[in-house]
């Protein structure tokens, strides 16, 4: 696939000072765009400490590097910073920035891990669980009531970049997974007719 388009609005945007989150989201977008190179969903967080320095930088790797379930930028993030920084700060006083609104596995994740603030630059209208927080079980209801979930303060035409990078292979890499499914199942099928 061709990306090239994508990459010169990337390279051409200038954080917008106007937009708090507009420098770190640049950052996101560029791994979201180099997870996406990678054949990956393009995807990137980012860790802030509480200065509001970058702590830990992530990108989606559930394809390029032999599939992995869990492998959305946000887990291996937060794998990183329990197994590293936990002793240092307390997960309370960070912040979590995501090109994408975060799925039902890792808005789980971030409510049991207590990163204090999460921001999301995109809607995810057919795959986000931060939008539909309500439909969580009350005792994930409670704990994530001591969390603060944002859309992240960033220009409109970031938005849309960070947007037009996840999108770039959702449609491709969903339908795979799709398939690889379907054709298990017809397997399955099949051995149990006999
Ligand atoms: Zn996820």
Redesign the pocket.
């Known amino acids: 696939m061709d990306f090239s388009h994508i990459e010169e609005r990337l390279s051409a945007y200038k954080p917008d000072p106007e937009f708090r989150d507009d420098a770190v989201g640049l950052q996101c977008c560029q791994l979201a765009f180099s997870a996406l190179k990678n054949g990956d969903y393009g995807?990137g967080a980012i860790l802030l400490d509480p200065d509001g320095a970058p702590l830990i930088f992530s990108q989606n790797a559930v394809f390029s590097d032999g599939f992995c379930s869990s492998g959305?930028?946000?887990?291996k993030l937060l794998d990183l910073y329990e197994a590293s920084y936990r002793s240092k700060y307390e997960p309370d006083e960070l912040k979590l920035v995501v090109s994408l609104e975060?799925?039902?596995?890792?808005?789980s994740r971030l409510i049991l891990s207590g990163i204090g603030i999460i921001k999301y630059m995109v809607d995810d209208a057919v795959g986000g669980m931060v939008n539909r927080i309500d439909h969580m079980p009350p005792a994930w209801r409670n704990l994530a009531s001591l969390q603060s979930f944002y859309r992240a303060h960033i220009s409109s035409d970031l938005k849309l970049l960070a947007k037009d990078i996840a999108q770039a292979r959702m449609p491709e890499l969903r339908a795979k997974l799709m398939n690889e499914r379907v054709g298990q199942h017809e397997f399955e099928v099949v051995f149990d007719s006999h």
């Not at 959305?72 to 887990?75: P, S």
């Not at 975060?102 to 808005?107: E, G, I, Q, R, T």
């Open positions: 995807v959305h930028a946000e887990m975060p799925c039902p596995m890792c808005l």
